[in-house]
């Protein structure tokens, strides 16, 4: 009978076990947990606690295991009405914390298979004892085989992959030639923002830098690495070497290059663990309201580091990284279309450091010519400058010329006697401008006075036949957003579409030559065919054409920027970088400016096909809305202040020309004809008109030739000519 009672007391209280482990499953509230026996109780108390210990140190893990998020086991109950389906009213969920994890840089392997993707790698080979194997991968990429080798299979493919990748910068396309030597990341971070805080992986820690024996730059550290955007250039004067392609696997790099690279902290934080009580002094503010820019700078190790931005806090952050990068090789990450594309052969400046100061050169002396940009020629829609440097000191660069403006002349209002400009845009009234300031520099030289002479920029060449500039002498051409025509009619921060094909609906459109239209801003392809342009057409209504800035800055980087009159006195003379202010986009600009004539064939012996420095900068320029003015001013070293032209007359307001117009510069040009008639470069009877002395340089017209040859061969239309009546006046006796 005893039995019998103890055997229904355990039945009776396994079921009431059963039903509160059922309850305690469905989140049902504890009250019933007192009904039970002690030690059952405990029990049930004990693996709650469990659970509950379970849902503390391991929410991350169990919200990943369970779709629903609930710490217990079990069928979910069923939704009831009301209270958003739970049993009770005083339900109230936890709101979990996710944890945030490391946003992990893609390795090597990766970055080739996006590159190219379904890549196969082989076993070359096994060597080595059974406890320490060695590996030999390869991989096939462009048609060339590449070899790693690893203590594991995957280590090996890994190698293999790194090689590859550094055999994409003998290719055209920049963004996979900077993605596969700067290893980029997949934050692309954007410092031109003014977002308060700085994303994870701002550093790449994975560059090391170049042996000292190495041909470098010595950069301020000394360290034998002239290294910016985590590319290492060389000082030599032809491309990238294709030993490059198979180049050994780096070795491990120091431990500070590993400094936290996915701790989300910014420049300024990662500098100060590293040299703690650093102090920031403010150096300058200029630019106008809408685009303020503040120069920092910071004294790390005896060595002075400045950095620009819209706000002092970028300021600091870029003086920061400046420093970072000198001193401790950490690279900021930073999209591929937005990185600075080196010029071919001798490298003086870091890219951005020289990117940087020329643009705050020109906007600074933009600034003094317009009392702080309070004049009524103050307003532009597009500024442009040249800069010239004379050594390695950026500190030393001198604003040669500033223009602004964005229109052509009207048809109605062209000269015969070369009295107006044709095109009024702020870059090609820029190049003008320093075609004048090379005029006076020549004539210093020529002149009796010792100390200008000294000064000149020109030096005799060897064969005692025409001039040269001197060793180191270098112009940079700054302008505020990306020239007219096909570097800039492409979105700039178009997503790399490179692997599923270009979708862009212009892509058929991309490199062709691009006019101006008279009267108005914005271009229009050229014909297929050869347009003929007439002064009697031109002046019965037909819309006057102009090539458009991003074209004829194409044709300086062939012919040189001097122009076929001073091609008698010098050799070309090209720019050795090119600077936007806004708008700036890797690929279009090398493209717009070089790559779409890259099989140029058959140049003249001094003429050859320049590939400028190419980049942007780190504070780029607000975009300029509202209706653009419809006047140009100029101001050349020299000058006692701006010159303002009227862009639709090409002349002032008072109707006088210009003294950048044809007519003005050839004068110039006859008197120095004159007298080194017999030194010139080009031989040839004194010409009586200004069209037959253009004529008479024929290697520069030659080469010209070849240009728009090479223009039509690519399949990117006809060069539209002016009428040549324009051309053909000659000066009054």
């Not at 991350?60 to 069923?78: F, I, T, W, Y």
């Not at 692997?499 to 050229?526: M, Y």
Request: hydrophobic residues 35%; aromatic residues 6%; proline residues 6%.
């Amino acid at each position: 009978m005893t039995e019998g009672r103890t055997g229904a007391r355990l039945v009776r209280n396994q079921q009431r076990l059963l039903t509160i482990a059922g309850d305690e499953e469905e989140g049902m509230s504890e009250s019933v947990a007192p009904q039970i026996k002690s030690s059952c109780s405990t029990d049930v108390k004990e693996n709650r606690n469990l659970d509950n210990l379970f849902s503390k140190e391991g929410a991350a893990a169990e919200a990943a295991q369970l779709p629903n998020g609930s710490a217990g086991g079990g069928k979910k109950r069923p939704l009831e009405e009301g209270n958003n389906g739970h049993a009770h009213s005083k339900y109230r969920p936890k709101k979990r914390k996710k944890i945030p994890g490391p946003i992990l840089p893609k390795n090597a392997l990766m970055q080739l298979n996006e590159i190219k993707p379904g890549l196969q790698y082989k076993l070359l080979s096994q060597t080595g004892p059974v406890h320490a194997p060695v590996f030999v991968m390869t991989v096939e990429v462009n048609g060339q085989l590449f070899e790693g080798s690893g203590p594991t299979k995957k280590k090996a493919k890994l190698n293999a992959a790194e090689k590859a990748l550094r055999s994409f910068v003998q290719f055209p396309n920049a963004s996979e030639a900077h993605m596969a030597m700067g290893r980029t990341l997949s934050v692309h971070t954007d410092f031109t923002s003014d977002q308060a805080d700085f994303p994870d992986m701002l550093f790449n820690g994975f560059e090391t830098s170049a042996p000292t024996d190495d041909p470098f730059y010595l950069a301020s550290n000394s360290n034998g690495s002239f290294s910016s955007l985590g590319i290492e250039y060389p000082l030599l004067a032809s491309p990238v070497p294709n030993c490059l392609a198979q180049a050994p696997a780096p070795p491990p790099p120091p431990p500070a290059a590993f400094a936290s690279p996915t701790s989300g902290k910014n420049p300024v934080m990662i500098l100060n663990e590293l040299r703690p009580g650093l102090k920031y002094d403010f150096v300058s503010e200029s630019g106008e309201s809408h685009a303020k820019n503040f120069v920092m700078s910071v004294t790390v190790d005896a060595q002075n580091f400045q950095g620009s931005g819209r706000n002092k806090k970028l300021a600091k952050a870029r003086a920061a990284q400046a420093a970072l990068s000198a001193l401790f090789n950490m690279q900021l990450d930073q999209a591929p279309s937005r990185q600075p594309i080196p010029r071919e052969g001798l490298q003086l400046h870091l890219p951005q450091v020289l990117a940087d100061a020329v643009s705050r050169l020109v906007v600074d002396k933009f600034s003094e010519l317009t009392e702080n940009f309070t004049s009524p020629h103050a307003r532009r829609k597009v500024l442009a400058g040249i800069v010239m440097t004379t050594g390695t000191d950026v500190k030393e660069a001198q604003v040669i010329c500033v223009s602004t403006g964005t229109k052509c002349i009207n048809g109605e209002y062209m000269s015969d006697r070369g009295l107006a400009l044709n095109d009024c845009h702020a870059e090609i009234v820029a190049r003008r401008s320093l075609i004048r300031y090379l005029y006076s520099e020549l004539e210093h030289f020529l002149g009796h006075n010792k100390e200008e002479h000294q000064k000149s920029v020109f030096t005799r060449c060897d064969n005692k036949h025409g001039f040269k500039l001197k060793e180191n002498v270098q112009f940079h051409l700054y302008i505020s957003t990306s020239p007219c025509g096909d570097a800039r009619i492409f979105s700039p921060h178009e997503a790399g579409v490179e692997d599923q094909g270009d979708r862009h609906p212009n892509r058929k459109a991309r490199g062709q030559l691009r006019t101006k239209i008279e009267s108005g801003e914005g271009t229009i392809p050229v014909r297929s065919s050869n347009t003929i342009q007439t002064w009697d057409g031109v002046l019965q209504g037909e819309r006057l054409l102009t090539m458009s800035c991003s074209d004829k800055i194409a044709r300086w980087n062939v012919v040189g920027f001097q122009g076929s009159l001073m091609s008698y006195f010098t050799e070309p003379i090209y720019f050795s970088s090119i600077i936007l202010g806004s708008l700036y986009h890797a690929d279009h600009l090398s493209r717009a400016m070089y790559q779409r004539i890259t099989e140029i064939e058959d140049l003249p012996q001094s003429f050859t096909l320049n590939r400028p420095l190419l980049s942007g900068i780190s504070n780029a320029e607000a975009r300029q809305p509202g209706k653009a003015p419809n006047f140009s001013v100029n101001w050349t070293v020299g000058d006692q202040g701006l010159e303002v032209v009227n862009a639709t007359t090409g002349k002032d307001d008072l109707g006088r020309p210009s003294r950048l117009c044809k007519h003005v510069l050839y004068s110039r040009w006859v008197r120095l004809h004159c007298k080194l008639s017999q030194t010139l470069r080009i031989q040839t009877a004194k010409p009586s008109t200004y069209h037959e002395a253009k004529q008479a340089a024929a290697e520069y017209h030659e080469a010209k030739q070849t240009l728009i040859k090479a223009f039509h061969k690519a399949g990117l239309g006809a060069w539209v000519k002016k009428p040549i009546e324009q051309d053909q006046f000659a000066l009054a006796t």
